[in-house]
């Protein structure tokens, strides 16, 4: 067994931050990270980080544009945290070499971006996020901290006691993809989830393979409430082949979106009449799958991104990385011919239940970056503020881990506080296949009885790894069935398919039928390479019943919500409705179901109390 | 109507309801026609497909796995995969694994020539095999892990030597004096390090060099290239720069590079790493360091 004060999973932007803080405060601290950190998928950043640095510019004005952005579901002591804190931050990433673009008088350069009223967001070319991940690395090499790298986390060690919001977390159990070593790591002061997006429960997606949703599905399953998991945000300009991202940095820049007709839609045909081509991600997104069902889109597939009219100087200084990503992972070349785009999955607002600390109900397990909803983004998150959020919540997560006092909360967790029961209609049931059949073991599921929170920590930690290594065995010793990459591959589809940019109740319910289906053959799974030598089959098959929870969850959350809010859209109810849905979608995993509930949005903040206007672009 | 309606009126309709929606029924028609068309061309050429051996390419790829009896030996693999236009040689090997074999192992995440985790050594020269496309390479393709490394199974190699040669030069901003708010900086210094900073440490310049593989403890063009960065940012200091130079001018550090370029050749990212190995040699003997 491994022993650490605080153990951050994952080496992203938000787990390094988690990391550093932790060490600050005098935490022996330990990464365990699937990639090495500088492999994690911050590194695909482009666009920028927003920070209210300049004069003119205040963290409320980008607070009221953020919580505008959200649609008015964003909680606003998280908001308000974020935009107070990220100026201090970003300096502090300057601080630490972080090479921005500079203005002509060497102060870092700043760009607009959509949503946002000033142009607040700071870059660094078009590889903002690659130079976010590795200064931070950076920061880890010269303190020395620890990174367990290549381990493959698969379970939290946690107490059992009745209502989650008693237990404690104890620690993780990981395997060593290297070597096959399973081994227990115990937390002597918390666990901070930093696992990122879910991008894989979608088959046209801009985020990595890698990106599988692992810490949302293992805090779900520990007891942690999945919140506002429906709202799942498209990027409206994804290459049409890969996915690869086009950032909303060549919009910012004058970039001019075109369909079939040569016609330029979000003013001719008023998408967005004002914002045009910087109108909001969801706005922009459903413009594009608009034109495309109305039969002016080429191909039938895409629209054109045209920024020749830029020039090649302002190009080449700017967006050049973007020449490259069209040339390579598209064949086309950006500085002569307008870009193919059609929308891709790109963040997901929702996530793993934490207050503004970065602490979920579960004491002692915290979550931060995209896999944490704290909320920030509400339903719908506006670019640039994601960094922010991994830098902000990365390094509160990090001190309070370690035990530095940041106050009380103004967020609840768990069933504490003003809560309400929710029900939604499926058309089959939706959870564990057999809520206590055999295979439960291969699925994850507890095979020890409860001790009704009895156990000493010790005890817990070795009752996970002996859990996990029932499950890894019995994945292991199975001698045929279905391959992941069959199921991953069908949920994929049945996601994009159904519960895409444009949402009906009919698709929704399909979707579920194709998940309940999905994890039938779940089931089945099994692994065929026998090797504990890098065994990447045995860890896609452990991921893929992650996004399986995942998939669910949205779908779920999206049936529910019959309104249209952010990101969210409903066919049969096109409008927000917030005399109804001022309020978060929480999801609970009671023992093998998922069980829906509510909980009101906090729109008072510290001076103001921000009311909900008509989010027009 | 709706494949009636003229031209122009599909132009002008955009403020009249009534003729906007029939413009649209239009194009609907329009497309479900072009749909119509693909569809049946794509079937046909889908069964082209199946029969011309054209439309798959062959792959050869290294096995090896410690563990597993027939895999000790290390062999290599044939695997067709169907081809689509923009395939790259990280989707063949994707197809391949999802396809035929769940136990081809190698390291990918990103898909876009960010995370560095796909060096391989594709047709005899280190690439990335994300973004290398099948069509810009001869058939059959030969796939293998990067030379001068310890193969760990397959494709995946043992990268700690490499992290620990990056890691070896002090690569984290050191300066004795920081502003209250940001520092500032030039843009042309900024310039100076842009391509210094675009490194996603994945090996293939190190593999590709010989004298690395000679000289276990060369720093390597990776990791000189990581001090340069520093080196070169104004932002550190005179001081600091010094500094640096004496860990460069060590014995397994610039002078060591014999500038045959094939680290700038196969480098993804197109650093002009040679160049800048150049450029510290030329500011260690301005600073007048002693050098061996
Ligand atoms: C293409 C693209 C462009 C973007 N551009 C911008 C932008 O310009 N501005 C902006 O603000 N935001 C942007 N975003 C969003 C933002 O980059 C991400 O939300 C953010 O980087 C996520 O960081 P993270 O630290 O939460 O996760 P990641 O960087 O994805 O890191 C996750 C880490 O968790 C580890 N991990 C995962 N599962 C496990 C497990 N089971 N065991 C052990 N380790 C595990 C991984 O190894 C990895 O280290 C962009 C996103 C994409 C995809
Ligand atoms: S310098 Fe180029 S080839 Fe070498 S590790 Fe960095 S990106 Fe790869
Ligand atoms: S998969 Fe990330 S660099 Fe190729």
Redesign the pocket.
């Known amino acids: 067994m491994y022993e650490h004060d605080v153990i951050v999973?994952?080496?992203?932007?938000?787990?390094?931050r988690a990391a550093i803080a932790a060490q600050e405060e005098g935490a022996d601290v330990a990464?365990?990270?699937?990639?090495?950190?500088v492999?994690?998928?911050?590194?695909?950043?482009?666009?920028?980080?927003?920070a209210a640095l300049r004069d003119g510019d205040s963290w409320e004005k980008h607070a009221y544009d953020t919580m505008k952005g959200s649609d008015y579901l964003g909680d606003a002591p998280a908001i308000e945290t974020l935009c107070q804190d990220s100026p201090d931050e970003v300096v502090q990433l300057e601080h630490w070499g972080l090479a921005f673009s500079r203005d002509e008088d060497g102060r870092m350069s700043q760009r607009p971006f959509g949503g946002m009223s000033f142009p607040r967001?700071t870059?660094a070319g078009a590889e903002?996020?690659h130079q976010l991940?590795h200064t931070m690395y950076e920061q880890l090499v010269k303190r020395g901290i620890q990174v367990y790298d290549e381990?493959?986390?698969?379970r939290l060690a946690v107490s059992d006691e009745e209502d989650p919001a008693d237990r404690t977390c104890h620690g993780v159990v990981?395997y060593d993809i290297q070597s096959g070593e399973l081994s227990a790591f115990r937390a002597r002061k918390g666990v901070v989830l930093?696992?990122?997006?879910p991008?894989q429960v979608f088959d046209h997606?801009?985020?990595?393979v890698?990106?599988?949703g692992?810490?949302v599905a293992?805090a779900y399953r520990a007891g942690v409430p999945m919140e506002d998991m429906e709202f799942i945000q498209f990027?409206p300009t994804s290459l049409p082949s890969t996915g690869?991202?086009i950032?909303?940095?060549v919009r910012g820049e004058g970039g001019i979106l075109y369909n079939s007709e040569g016609e330029r839609f979000m003013f001719e045909y008023g998408y967005a009449s004002n914002d045009g081509e910087l109108a909001s991600r969801d706005v922009v997104s459903r413009a594009e799958l608009s034109e495309v069902n109305a039969g002016r889109g080429i191909e039938d597939e895409y629209v054109h991104l045209d920024m020749r009219h830029l020039g090649e100087e302002r190009i080449l200084d700017r967006l050049e990385n973007i020449l490259h990503l069209a040339k390579d992972f598209e064949g086309v070349n950006g500085l002569e011919e307008p870009m193919p785009v059609k929308p891709g999955q790109?963040?997901a607002m929702g996530g793993i239940e934490t207050d503004e600390n970065g602490e979920t109900c579960i004491s002692g397990l915290y979550a931060?970056?995209?896999?944490?909803c704290a909320s920030v983004h509400g339903s719908n998150?506006l670019?640039?503020?994601?960094?922010?959020?991994?830098i902000v919540f990365?390094k509160r997560a990090g001190h309070h881990a370690a035990g530095r006092d940041l106050g009380k909360a103004k967020i609840q967790t768990g069933k504490r506080g003003e809560w309400e029961v929710g029900e939604v209609d499926t058309p089959v049931e939706p959870g564990d296949v057999s809520a206590s059949g055999e295979d439960v073991v291969a699925d994850g599921g507890a095979a020890a009885s409860s001790s009704g929170g009895s156990l000493s920590p010790e005890e817990y930690v070795d009752r996970a790894l002996d859990a996990e290594r029932a499950r890894v065995e019995s994945l292991l010793n199975k001698e045929e069935g279905v391959q992941h990459a069959e199921i991953r591959a069908e949920v994929q589809k049945s996601m994009t398919r159904n519960v895409n940019v444009f949402r009906e109740e009919e698709g929704l319910k399909q979707a579920l039928r194709d998940l309940r289906e999905a994890r039938e053959k779940y089931e089945d799974v099994y692994v065929a390479d026998k090797s504990r030598t890098f065994n990447t089959d045995l860890m896609q098959t452990?991921?893929t019943r992650?996004i399986l929870d995942l998939a669910e969850a949205i779908t779920l959350g999206a049936l529910a919500r019959d309104e249209f809010r952010g990101a969210h859209w409903r066919k049969e109810n096109q409008e927000r409705r917030d005399d109804v849905w001022l309020k978060h979608t929480m999801l609970s995993w009671n023992d093998g179901r998922p069980e829906l509930w509510y909980r009101p949005v906090i729109l008072e903040g510290e001076e103001k109390t921000y009311e909900p206007k008509v989010r027009s672009y | 109507m709706s494949t009636q309606v003229p031209e122009q009126v599909e132009e002008e309709s955009s403020a009249d309801a009534e003729q906007q929606s029939a413009a649209q029924q239009s194009r609907m028609e329009k497309k479900r026609q072009n749909a119509a068309a693909r569809e049946s061309q794509e079937q046909a050429e889908a069964e082209e497909k199946a029969s011309s051996e054209e439309d798959t390419y062959l792959l050869k790829v290294f096995r090896y796995d410690p563990e597993v009896a027939g895999k000790q030996e290390p062999r290599f693999d044939d695997f067709h995969v169907p081809y689509h236009k923009g395939m790259t040689v990280l989707d063949a090997l994707m197809y391949a694994r999802d396809h035929y074999d769940s136990s081809l192992t190698f390291r990918h995440s990103c898909r876009?020539a960010i995370c560095g985790s796909d060096a391989m050594f594709v047709n005899g020269r280190q690439r990335l095999s994300c973004k290398t496309q099948l069509s810009d390479l001869e058939e059959p393709v030969r796939v293998e892990p990067l030379p001068h490394q310890e193969v760990v199974k397959d494709l995946v190699v043992d990268m700690e030597h490499f992290y620990d040669q990056m890691e070896a030069v002090e690569p984290y901003f050191q300066t004795n004096d920081l502003p209250e708010g940001e520092q500032l900086q030039s843009r042309e210094n900024r310039e100076k390090i842009k391509m210094s900073t675009r490194c996603i440490w994945c090996g293939a310049c190190m593999s590709s060099c010989n004298i690395a593989a000679g000289d276990n403890q060369y720093l390597g063009p990776a990791a000189i290239n990581k001090a340069y960065r520093f080196t070169m940012d104004e932002r550190e200091g005179e001081e600091m720069k010094q500094h640096r130079l004496e860990i460069l001018e060590q014995e397994h550090g610039v002078w060591r590079c014999q500038t045959q370029f094939s680290c700038t050749e196969v480098c993804p990212k197109d650093i002009p790493l040679t160049e800048h190995i150049q450029e510290l040699k030329r500011e260690a003997v301005k600073n007048n360091l002693k050098f061996w």
Do not use: F
Request: charged letters at 10%.
């Open positions: 999973v994952g080496g992203g932007g938000a787990g390094l990464i365990v990270s699937k990639l090495h950190p492999r994690s998928h911050t590194g695909a950043a482009e666009g920028g980080i927003n967001t870059y903002t996020g991940l381990w493959y986390v698969s990981a930093a696992t990122g997006g991008g997606t801009t985020n990595a890698s990106n599988t692992d810490g293992m990027h690869v991202l950032s909303e940095g790109h963040y931060a970056g995209e896999c944490a998150r670019g640039g503020n994601a960094l922010p959020e991994l990365g452990i991921e992650n | 876009q």
